[in-house]
């Protein structure tokens, strides 16, 4: 298990956040020294996520393949909320800042 995580490779339709409210599933695409990985994964627990689907493609070289097939870039961390491809770390701060992640974050 990723710390404060959970287990790669693990299937969530979605999550709960810790008032054990149902959130959207949360996918990340990140390796363990990325510091916008880190501050992601900071800004989701800020908004109350308590599980986060991290797939490691600095501990399985070929997620790497996949994140690039399936979003078209090659840096991380790339972020699912649901089936929705987010972004990167800042993609995903201008949502905050937008208004609009709380929402997002919400619907399972």
Request: hydrophobic letters at 40%; aromatic letters at 6%; glycine letters at 12%.
């Amino acid at each position: 298990m990723a710390s404060g995580g959970i287990a790669r490779g693990s299937r969530l339709s979605a999550g709960f956040n810790k008032n054990g409210i149902v959130m959207a599933r949360i996918r990340m695409y990140a390796t363990g020294w990325c510091p916008y990985c880190i501050r992601a994964e900071q800004l989701l627990r800020a908004k109350g996520v308590t599980e986060i689907e991290k797939l490691r493609v600095d501990v399985d070289p070929p997620l790497k393949d996949k994140m690039i097939a399936e979003t078209g870039r090659r840096t991380v961390p790339q972020i699912f909320i649901g089936d929705l491809h987010v972004g990167g770390f800042d993609d995903m701060a201008e949502l905050d800042r937008r208004g609009e992640l709380d929402s997002l974050l919400s619907a399972p």
